[in-house]
């Protein structure tokens, strides 16, 4: 059973800051991707930044120059730094992660249980 666990959200004023993280543990071959999603009330959920193997990063246009992605390897960890926040960054975000249990096995994606990110005065 793979289990992602994420933490770090939480209310912080327009023009702050708050880092994400998530763990991956459980019986993983490999990772391919790792991703964070978000979703704001009556919206679709949307890809904000994601991380592929070979440390590759992108960004929704949205978010350019005010998030980072990155990765520790050896702690199965993907992380968000958001700074420069702002109201419309309020959404409940997701981990996402594209992995292989073994060599032979077929790609599988699972998600995270969603952090709230609320950025308000």
């Known amino acids: 059973q793979v289990q992602l666990v994420e933490s770090g959200g939480g209310l912080v004023q327009p023009g702050g800051s708050l880092r994400l993280s998530c763990t991956v543990s459980?019986?993983?071959?490999?990772?391919?991707?790792m991703n964070w999603y978000r979703q704001a009330p009556g919206k679709e959920r949307e890809l904000v930044a994601r991380i592929i193997s070979d440390d590759t990063t992108d960004y929704a246009d949205s978010v350019k120059g005010r998030f980072t992605i990155s990765r520790d390897n050896a702690k199965n960890t993907v992380y968000l730094q958001m700074n420069s926040l702002k109201p419309e960054d309020t959404s409940v975000y997701y981990c996402?992660?594209?992995?292989?249990?073994?060599?032979?096995?077929?790609?599988?994606?699972?998600w995270g249980q969603g952090t709230q990110v609320t950025v308000s005065s």
């Open positions: 459980g019986s993983i071959f490999r990772i391919h991707a």
């Open positions: 996402h992660v594209l992995y292989r249990r073994s060599y032979f096995a077929t790609p599988t994606a699972s």
